[in-house]
């Protein structure tokens, strides 16, 4: 059974960090790309950040670079989302997927809320 269980969403003020976690279980997590996705109220989900499956090449959303930091531990098989400097257009419900080709997992999603 594939499982991808995120972790770590909350209320924090502007300027204050969070960090995401997702955990994998059920299939073989070193095979897959791993994402961070958001989608705000009324807006479409959006790629916030990926990361290949050896670790290597993490991609940003612009609105994200030099804030978010995405990282991996097969060995965990977990994935993580440091999210520093969060501003209130951060707020969203956060969803960790897991994809190769022809093959996608989505996690239940986690909501962050940035306000002061």
């Known amino acids: 059974q594939v499982q991808l269980v995120e972790s770590g969403g909350g209320l924090v003020q502007p300027g204050g960090s969070l960090r995401l976690s997702c955990a994998a279980s059920?299939?073989?997590?070193?095979?897959?790309?791993m994402n961070w996705y958001r989608q705000a109220p009324g807006k479409e989900r959006e790629l916030v950040a990926g990361?290949?499956?050896?670790?290597?090449?993490?991609n940003y959303a612009d609105s994200v670079k030099g804030r978010f930091t995405i990282s991996r531990d097969n060995a965990k098989n977990t994935v993580t989302l440091q999210m520093n400097s969060l501003r209130p257009e951060d707020t969203a419900v956060y969803y960790c997927?897991?994809?190769?080709?022809?093959?996608?997992?989505w996690g239940q999603g986690t909501q962050v809320t940035v306000s002061s």
């Open positions: 997927n897991a994809r190769r080709v022809l093959q996608t997992y």
């Open positions: 059920g299939f073989t997590f070193s095979s897959y790309t």
């Open positions: 990361i290949s499956r050896t670790g290597g090449s993490p």
